[in-house]
Nanobody, 125 residues
Framework: QVQLVESGGGLVQAGGSLRLSCAAS????????MGWFRQAPGKEREFVAA????????YYAGSPKGRFTISRDNAKNTVYLQMNSLKPGDTAVYYC??????????????????WGQGTQVTVSS
């Protein structure tokens, strides 16, 4: 089992920045690929970014690419999502997720085994 707890969400004006954190406990964090997803009201959950176990490989969805940066610190069992130049369209609940079965980064939510409870990000215009 892996427990994931997100933090860092909040209310920010358009153009601002936030850094989300996801702290993991339980099984060895460094074994897991970590991903960030988001879900806006009335919409399906969508992939944002993923990072492999070492941090040497990252994968971004098209929309946030260039504005968001995923990173991890295995010594702290934490994965981060730095979000810059935020837009109202980025408003959503952001979730971190973990998986350890695949040898490649995936944007499919069904491939992730463990999920956090989510943190709300609201971007005002």
């Amino acid at each position: 089992q892996v427990q994931l707890v997100e933090s860092g969400g909040g209310l920010v004006q358009a153009g601002g920045s936030l850094r989300l954190s996801c702290a993991a406990s339980g099984r060895t964090f460094s074994r897991f690929t970590m991903g960030w997803f988001r879900q806006a009201p009335g919409k399906e959950r969508e992939f944002v970014a993923a990072i492999n176990w070492s941090g040497g490989s990252v994968y971004y969805a098209g929309s946030p690419k260039g504005r968001f940066t995923i990173s991890r610190d295995n010594a702290k069992n934490t994965v981060y999502l730095q979000m810059n130049s935020l837009k109202p369209g980025d408003t959503a609940v952001y979730y971190c997720a973990a998986e350890s079965s695949l040898s490649y980064l995936t944007d499919e939510a069904s491939n992730y085994d463990y999920w956090g409870q989510g943190t709300q990000v609201t971007v005002s215009s």
